[in-house]
């Protein structure tokens, strides 16, 4: 600390010369005790807070499941029907995450429909609220896309890419619905995929989405969800019936 006073204070503090202390008495000691006093109270501060509070985290978590899968033959008769609760009987379930396969004879796919029904869901797993999330679903080119059935979707700039938007705050999350079909042939490729993925996010506050990189099409994140794989193959003999 630095003492800001006149030569015969030094000399007094510093070298004990008394023939100043007369002055010093006087006044110009009183002074510099003041002053000492007040920069001593400056270097006594304490309690003083200077840890930096972590902004809050944004993440997210997409997944995708068929929630309804219809195969109608050209004659408008309906094969399929199929549901997580009620398995059409030409469909086999490979397992979660993995693939769906229906077997039915190439004689009765030609003209036939398939209908897709895909359930979507995504959750708000950080800490902010009020987060918009744009989603962007890649279709795949066996499928085609109708906007008459689909109103939560629109189309984008980009071929095969439709988006949508939803708003939620932490802890929530949304369903989001969408129809795919095809029209089969006996000359098609008979396999059907569908993913979906954050194509971007708004809000106000906090850091970017935890471990993640929007549309990066990374299918490791967790921004991003792939459904089951559909294939549709002829019977192997016997009954197709499981």
């Known amino acids: 600390m ?36 007040i920069e001593s109270y400056i270097t006594k501060i304490t309690n003083l807070n200077l840890v930096l509070e972590e902004r809050p985290k944004n993440d997210v ?8 899968m219809n195969v109608t033959l050209a004659n408008g008769l309906k094969m399929i029907e199929y549901t997580p609760k009620n398995k059409g009987k030409y469909v086999f379930d490979l397992g979660k995450g993995s693939q769906k396969m229906i077997t039915m004879d190439n004689e009765l796919k030609q003209g036939g429909k398939l209908e897709v029904f895909y359930q979507i869901t995504i959750a708000n797993t950080g800490n902010i609220d009020n987060v918009t999330y744009t989603l962007v679903d890649y279709i795949s080119p066996e499928y085609s896309f109708s906007k008459e059935t689909n109103k939560e979707w629109n189309t984008s700039d980009i071929p ?3 988006e949508t938007t939803v708003t939620l705050n932490k802890k929530e999350k949304a369903t989001i619905n969408l129809k795919l079909d095809k029209i089969l042939t006996t000359t098609g490729i008979d396999e059907y995929n569908n993913s979906v993925e954050i194509k971007q996010y708004k809000s106000e506050e906090g850091r970017r989405i935890y471990q993640t990189t929007p549309a990066n099409k990374e299918k490791t994140e967790r921004d991003i969800a792939v459904a089951d794989m559909i294939s549709i193959v002829p019977p192997t003999g016997g009954s197709p019936t499981r």
Do not use: H, P, W
């Not at 004990?16 to 202390?21: K, V």
């Not at 978590?61 to 309804?68: A, R, T």
């Open 61 to 68: 978590e997409v997944s995708m499941d068929i929630n309804k």
């Open 160 to 162: 095969r890419q439709i």
């Open 2 to 37: 630095i003492i800001l006073c006149g030569t015969k204070i030094r000399d007094v503090f510093e070298n004990g010369d008394m023939e100043n202390i007369k002055e010093v008495a006087e006044g110009t000691y009183m002074k510099a005790k003041i002053k000492l006093k």
